[in-house]
């Protein structure tokens, strides 16, 4: 079955620094598979995704992502981070070829010191 | 366009009481789907929907009912609330060509005492 692993539950960064929060996924077939934010009491946004094409995805807000077929990864990086970017980040994986529906992982809470 | 749209915001219902959480979507989307979202345990996905009559089981369904008379809207039923089923509800839905792209609704959120 269709699995998303999250090893990070929380993670701290200093403001100005890089991030790398890392996702893993297990899937028979080649993955859609998505990032996304979502601040506090709010909803869900999508940061980026990759289908096919480039394993360099960019996204919104200056976040990218590098899918690793051999290494079964989608790691999410931000090269400088800034104190809006706290919120809580979830991986997500097609749930089948047509990906009618998404399995998430469980999540990934950042924050941002000064 | 409104996109997602879903009711109500909140609720508390009473152990063993019944409701019915809307969801409906004006994007002519194909697919609908219905996730819980409880602290630590990301989002997970109770049923979905490929089209008008035809639903399927997600990951945690027990409890949960849902039918697609119409394109549109796709209700997630609770027979029988229990306070195991608290949690932050979001509707999701997404055409079925294009990018893959999930767009949310803005959830709802259940206490059941």
Same mark, same amino acid.
């Given at each position: 079955? $269709? ?13 100005? #620094? =890089? ?9 028979? #077939? ?12 709010? *909803? !869900? $946004? ?11 995805? $960019? *996204?919104?807000?200056?976040?990218? +992502? ?6 079964? =990864? ?11 970017? #706290?919120?809580?980040?979830?991986? #997500? ?8 529906? !998404? ?12 | ?40 345990? *990301? ?8 089209? +008008? ?43 079925? *060509? ?16």
């Amino acid at each position: 079955a $269709q699995s998303v692993t999250q090893p990070d539950i929380h993670i701290t960064v200093s403001e100005g #620094a =890089s991030l790398e929060l890392r996702c893993n996924y297990s899937y028979g #077939a080649t993955p859609y598979l998505f990032w996304y934010v979502q601040s506090p009491g709010q *909803g !869900l $946004q999508l940061l980026l995704k990759y289908f096919s094409g480039d394993t360099l995805v $960019q *996204g919104i807000k200056g976040f990218e +992502a590098e899918f690793k077929r051999s290494q079964s =990864s989608f790691n999410l990086r931000k090269p400088s981070v800034h104190w809006s970017d #706290a919120a809580e980040y979830f991986c #997500a994986v097609g749930r089948n070829q047509a990906g009618t529906a !998404l399995i998430f992982g469980k999540g990934t809470t950042l924050s941002v010191s000064s | 366009n409104a996109g997602v749209t879903q009711t109500p915001k909140f609720q508390v219902l009473k152990t063993g009481q019944s409701m019915t959480l809307q969801c409906a979507q004006d994007m002519n989307h194909e697919y609908m789907s219905w996730y819980r979202q409880d602290p630590g345990m *990301g989002l997970r996905l109770i049923h979905y929907s490929v089209g +008008a009559g035809i639903t399927d089981q997600g990951e945690v369904p027990n409890g949960y009912n849902v039918s697609r008379s119409t394109t549109e809207d796709f209700p997630l039923r609770l027979l029988s609330a229990a306070p195991s089923q608290t949690s932050v509800y979001f509707c999701a839905s997404r055409a079925s *060509g294009g990018t893959y792209e999930q767009y949310f609704g803005p959830g709802t959120r259940l206490t059941v005492t």
